[in-house]
């Protein structure tokens, strides 16, 4: 298996623009996490989905960020309008659940955006 | 909510030295993770401690799971240039709960 996959790797825009981060998880696995990762405030935890339904969205920032999951197979982080704030690495995670019990976080090679 | 607390915040030694990150849970942790980022890289998975006082052991590293189940440690003797890189440790948000919240991690640099 490949891993999870994510795109863009590197992605520079201005701010105002919409910015959307794609991400495909490891075939068979039924959870997916979306984290944000910056100096400051370290690896933070955006939002999760298990079976592609969003389980909890507390930690997205707020209006402008937005995720979706439209099969088990993909997922979008979308970010309208940007702002130079969201400059982070955005990172993709995958695992699956065995009796009930989650098993270990596979992530991504991560997005790292910059806003201008 | 609750908080994972990791000291300290970095830490350089020399090669050969042995090197110890602490991890400290404002709640009880049903588990704990490990992971491990390189630089430039993306966290990656070394273990997980489940049971109260639990030690396991990957080569260099020793990893401990407090008996409280609010703290845990990883231990890393002799250390080698291949061990540089940010350790986090990893606990559920709650109970059940499939939320992982990070350690604010420690970040190992070695002086050759």
């Known amino acids: 298996d490949a891993g999870v996959i994510q795109s863009p790797r590197h992605e520079v825009t201005e701010m105002g623009q919409e910015v959307t981060l794609r991400c495909k998880p490891i075939s068979g696995h039924d959870y997916l996490f979306w984290y944000r990762q910056t100096m400051m405030r370290g690896l933070e935890l955006l939002i999760y989905f298990n079976n592609n339904v969003p389980i909890d969205d507390s930690g997205m920032p707020e209006d402008r960020f937005s995720a979706k999951m439209p099969n088990a197979s993909f997922s979008t982080l979308k970010i309208q309008p940007s702002e130079p704030r969201d400059s982070a690495v955005y990172f993709c995670?995958?695992?699956?659940?065995?009796?009930?019990?989650?098993?270990?976080?596979?992530f991504g090679s991560g997005t790292q955006l910059s806003v201008l | 909510g609750q908080q994972v607390m990791q000291i300290p915040q970095y830490q350089h030694v020399q090669e050969g030295e042995d090197f110890t990150t602490y991890c400290n849970s404002s709640?009880?942790?049903?588990?704990i993770q490990w992971y491990k980022q390189r630089p430039g890289g993306h966290p990656v998975f070394l273990i997980q401690?489940?049971?109260?006082?639990e030690v396991k052991k990957q080569k260099r590293l020793t990893f401990q799971f407090g008996e409280a189940k609010k703290n845990s440690s990883l231990h890393i003797t002799a250390t080698q240039t291949t061990d540089v890189g940010t350790y986090f440790c990893a606990g559920p948000a709650s109970f059940g709960n499939e939320k992982l919240t990070f350690g604010t991690g420690t970040r190992l640099t070695i002086i050759p």
């Open positions: 995670a995958s695992s699956f659940s065995y009796r009930g019990n989650k098993e270990k976080l596979f």
């Open positions: 401690l489940v049971k109260s006082g």
């Open positions: 709640t009880t942790l049903s588990n």
